[in-house]
């Protein structure tokens, strides 16, 4: 990827590139976020809910995304700009901005217990995840430690760095989690799991399950805050959007799904609560790798994988922030990676610190979460939903419709058969679907309040 704003570059190949984006979204949320959220929702209905948020709100949106990142070649803020000058529009982009850095902020906190998970699994301590995450001088070295590491890839460049390793590590993680798989759903008791994970109990559902369902599909896809537009602004224009689109979108739903059938058998099995809340994975893996041979190597093995993961993730969340810093306001990339890993490392600490080491941020008063919960809950479930909402009214009703089909009709010729229905997702259903759940977030948030 290029470093000067006026040669901004591109992807290494048409592979190169679904590998990138299917790096930016397989992550964390994939593997530590799916399966809390589908625990605590009740299972089944919950996984059925999200579902269909991926196939009709998320594939539409990210080819919205790609489509003006790949028109306008710049990042979200100056997109919008370039796209419908002198516009408010433009504030969307900025939000998108602000949302990358606060998600950073505390995503690089769990991707630190990862990175720790690593040696926590080879030392065979037998310390809990709540005493882990207590621990102060643990929590901010090992963030800080995850930040320092996406800092020097981005810095580096994408295309050397993320491309290659990708090529090699995840299809590695793939196989790991089948291996897991095969033991998870192996073990007594097993059964209750799968049938929690895969028999829907729709008396579970309520209006939380809809917000949760649809901002697990946009936070697992990357989608609602302009990583996606990054990414397309580095798309050559022979590349397909749409056959990238349902790719990206089928792999990073894939690993999800995996993640729950490596999860709630062992879950079941071990009689742990599936409603336990954030620390979930890091409970449930140690038992699955207690119970097979050599479970000390392939278990650190299964987290050094969880943390490169975790990494082509939080790159893309720099990289946006960072496209941002150098496209419009000219500062040099080499500092631009450092501001915005500092700014993210400040939000960061009180992330870090709430989860057991200080009491208070652990259970904010008047809002009933933890200060990390709290971060999750509004950038990573309710921002994204507002980002794909204004991004899905964008390309719908302002930008002209024969430009954006042209857009991606180039690479993409077959299109031409899609675009009705895509037109009309992202026209009327994205935005009414997702506004309804809005308003009911709101009109519960005005009631409590
Ligand atoms: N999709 C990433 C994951 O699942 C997280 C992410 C969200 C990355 C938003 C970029 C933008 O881990």
């Known amino acids: 990827m290029a470093t000067a704003p006026c040669d901004r570059g591109e992807w290494g190949s048409r592979a190169g ?27 089944a209905a919950f996984l059925l809910i999200y579902l269909v948020c991926v196939i009709l709100l998320g594939v539409p949106v990210m080819i919205a995304e790609l489509t003006i990142g790949r028109h306008s070649r710049r990042n979200p803020v100056g997109a919008f700009e370039a796209i419908r000058p002198g516009s408010r529009w433009r504030i969307v982009g900025f939000l998108g901005v602000l949302t990358g850095v606060c998600i950073l902020s505390y995503y690089s906190v769990i991707a630190g217990v990862t990175v720790g998970y690593i040696f926590k699994t080879v030392a065979h301590s037998g310390a809990s995840y709540a005493a882990f995450t207590a621990n102060p001088l643990l929590m901010i070295p090992l963030m800080l430690l995850f930040l320092a590491l996406t800092v020097l890839v981005v810095q580096g460049g994408v295309r050397n760095g993320i491309e290659r390793w990708s090529k090699i590590l995840m299809p590695l993680l793939m196989l790991l989690m089948v291996l897991l798989i095969v033991r998870s759903v ?3 008791g097993a059964g209750r799991g799968l049938s929690f994970y895969f028999k829907p109990d729709f008396s579970k559902v309520t209006g939380k399950t809809f917000l949760d369902a649809l901002g697990q599909a946009f936070f697992s896809l990357s989608l609602g805050m302009g990583a996606m537009i990054t990414y397309g602004s580095y798309l050559s224009k022979k590349d397909d959007i749409g ?13 999800a799904v995996m993640a729950g059938l490596l999860i709630f058998p062992a879950l079941f099995a071990a009689g742990m609560d599936p409603a336990a809340g954030p620390g979930l994975v ?28 975790a990494l082509t993730s939080t790159i893309s969340l720099l990289e946006v922030v960072t496209a941002w810093l150098v496209d419009e306001k000219s500062i040099l990339r080499r500092r631009a990676v ?8 400040a939000f960061g600490l009180p992330s870090a610190l709430s989860l057991g080491a200080v009491e208070r941020l652990g259970d904010l008063p008047g809002i009933g979460m933890s200060f990390f919960g709290f971060m999750d809950w509004l950038f990573g479930n309710v921002m994204l939903a507002v980002g794909a909402v204004f991004i899905s009214i964008f390309f719908g009703w302002v ?25 009309y997702l ?24």
């Open 186 to 188: 192996t073990l007594e």
């Open 426 to 449: 992202l026209k009327f259903f994205c935005p009414i679907a997702i506004g309804i759940v809005l308003f009911f977030l709101f009109r519960d948030l005005v009631a409590a309040g």
């Open 243 to 255: 056959t990238s689109a349902l790719c990206v979108s089928f792999f990073d739903t894939l690993i």
């Open 338 to 345: 450092w501001i915005v890993a500092a700014i993210a490392f």
């Open 282 to 309: 890091f409970e449930v893996l140690p038992v699955i790798f207690a119970r097979l041979p050599g479970g000390t190597l392939i278990g650190a093995a299964f987290f050094l994988l969880l943390a490169v993961a």
């Open 17 to 43: 590139f679904i590998l990138a984006a299917a790096g930016s979204a397989i992550g964390l949320g994939n593997i530590w976020r799916f399966p809390y959220t589908t625990g605590q929702n009740g299972g």
């Open 399 to 423: 930008w002209d419709r024969r430009a954006s089909r042209a857009e991606i009709e180039q690479g993409c010729p077959s299109y031409r058969k899609c675009a009705p229905a895509v037109t």
